[in-house]
Each structure stands twice: as structure tokens, then as C-alpha cells.
């Protein structure tokens, strides 16, 4: 039968430290018995006018876990992303941060929460240096609020120092600490993709949520980030939505796959990969 197919070596990263079974075509991807769940997605639907982007879809992100969400194009991936850090809020559904409701997510309670995330868009800020993008992203740990580490107002100095020292540590782990001084524009997008994900990294996440982190990537610059995606398990729990099959199948312990805006297979990666429904999904072969 035809299989989608996805090695490892360890890239450092300061202070960094994988189920399972296949369920039906609708609904949730229940977590493993005993293990803790630090962020589940359950029946969640979504509609844009008279389309439906999602419909009972579910997920459950396993502590120290890395879990990817794959599909062809127009699966609902970019929805299911946009739903788990609150760009979107669901028609129906209930969303779970280590066994809490939390209702109405907005982005703005990421840091609260414990999660940070990774955009496609990367989002970071012109105008500001490396460093200062990367100390936006540690703002959870400050006292007086970034703005007023900045500027050296009354109480912030050692906030502003520790900031620095965290966002230097940050950087140095992902091995772009001699681009602190420079702005993004001034740099290459793979350098710019590792700023992006080191501003998240800097709020210390309990749950990392990725988009797409290899779109823009070489080959080699591909298997370099799956060695990093691995290494981050031990510290965070990392939901990761991406379209190279090589780069999930390598990296992710679980694998939710979407087709339509539904949940068409979830499992570990060498039973998701064989599975019929997955192939003809993606190959266009007919299911027995």
C-alpha cells in the first residue's frame, strides 16, 4: 500500500530540557488515560456565512507532547489554529487550558494562559531590534510591563535587565544571539523565523503553538527545526500545524488529520500514515 513517509540530531536551546488511537471521522481526539492534558479542543465548530470551516472537531494536546495537525489544502488547519490561540471564536465547542474552561479566548490571554505562538506572518516589529522584539515576548515575567522597562521609568531597571538577560539566553540557545543589535528587515527570513519563535520561547510557554514554521524553509533548514522541535518536548507542550509531511512524521508523537473540517484520522505517526482514509485524502485512492 502507498504510505506517506516522514532522524535526529540535538540543537541546544538554553534552559530546554512524546498514543494512542484512532477515532472516527467526527469528533474528538480524547487524551490518553492518566497522562494531563494542557490544552483540549472539543466539538468545535465553526462557520464563515454558509461555509463550514470546522465541524465537531476535537484534539487533545498531551503535556510534553508534540501534536500535529495536518490535511490537504482547505482542511481547516489554519481555522483549528486560529480557534486554539483566539483569532477565532467558535460557533460551538469548548476550549480547555489544563482541565479549565476558558471562554471567549482572545490573544491577549495567551500569556495568562501560559501559551505563546508562532504566526506564518511572523509579526514582529520593524522597528525595534532583535532583542527588544525577543523582550516582548518575556513581558510575562516582568513586573512593571515592558513599556516601562524600556523606559527606565521608576521600579524597572532590574525588569529591564532581567528582561534582557532572558531574551539574550533566548537567542544565544537558538544560535542568533549575534543578530541582537540588528532589525528584523536587515535579515534573513529563516533568521527571521528563529526571531519569531525565540519572542515566544522568551515567555517560558507550558503550550507553544506553531503555524506553519517551516513555510519559507530549505531542505536542510527543515531538518534543523525538526531537531529543535524535538528538543523543545521537555519543556513545552507544542501544538504544530504544518503542510511538509516529512517534518511532522518525524517530529510529532500524535497526529490529528483534517479533511473537509472534520477529524478524518488521530494517532501516532506510523498508524496515521497508513491509513486509508489519510491516503486517499491526500492521494486520491479509494477507500475499501
Known amino acids: 500500500m502507498t504510505s506517506l513517509c516522514g532522524g535526529t540530531k540535538v540543537v541546544e536551546v538554553t534552559s530546554l530540557s512524546a498514543e494512542e488511537s484512532r477515532v472516527p471521522a467526527a469528533t474528538t481526539d480524547h487524551a490518553q488515560t492518566g497522562a494531563v492534558t494542557e490544552l483540549e479542543l472539543r466539538d468545535v ?16 494536546l498531551q503535556h510534553g507532547q508534540v501534536h500535529g495537525v495536518i490535511g490537504p489544502n482547505g482542511a481547516g488547519k489554519t481555522t483549528l489554529f486560529n480557534v486554539a490561540c483566539g483569532f477565532v471564536r467558535p460557533d460551538t465547542g469548548t ?17 495568562g494562559l501560559g501559551m505563546a505562538r508562532t504566526l506564518q506572518g511572523l509579526g514582529l516589529f520593524d522597528r525595534m531590534t532583535v532583542l527588544e522584539n525577543v523582550m516582548v515576548g518575556a513581558e510575562r515575567h516582568a513586573r512593571s510591563g515592558f513599556a516601562a522597562a524600556l523606559l527606565a521609568t521608576l521600579g524597572s531597571s532590574r525588569d529591564e535587565a532581567a528582561l534582557r538577560e532572558r531574551a539574550r539566553e533566548v537567542l544565544d540557545g537558538l544560535g542568533i544571539a549575534h543578530h541582537a543589535d540588528r ?8 533568521v527571521r523565523k528563529r526571531v519569531a519563535l525565540a519572542r515566544a520561547l522568551a515567555a517560558d ?84
Open 95 to 111: 476550549i480547555e487550558r489544563a482541565g479549565r474552561p476558558v471562554p471567549g479566548l482572545r490573544t491577549r490571554d495567551l500569556a
Open 205 to 288: 510557554p507550558e503550550v507553544l503553538l506553531l503555524d506553519e514554521p517551516a513555510s519559507g524553509l530549505s531542505g536542510s533548514e527543515i531538518e534543523e527545526l525538526g531537531d529543535l522541535v524535538r528538543t523543545l518536548a521537555g519543556r513545552t507542550s507544542v501544538l504544530l500545524v504544518e503542510h511538509h509531511m516529512d517534518l511532522v512524521m518525524r517530529v510529532c508523537d500524535h497526529i490529528t488529520v483534517l479533511d473537509f473540517g472534520r477529524v478524518i484520522a488521530s494517532g501516532p505517526p506510523d498508524v496515521v500514515r497508513d491509513d486509508p482514509a489519510v491516503l486517499a485524502a491526500y492521494l486520491g485512492e479509494s477507500v475499501a
Open 45 to 60: 465548530t465553526v462557520t464563515f456565512g454558509g461555509l463550514t470551516a470546522l465541524s465537531g472537531v476535537g484534539l487533545a
Open 183 to 190: 532589525y528584523p528587515t536587515s535579515l534573513p527570513y529563516p
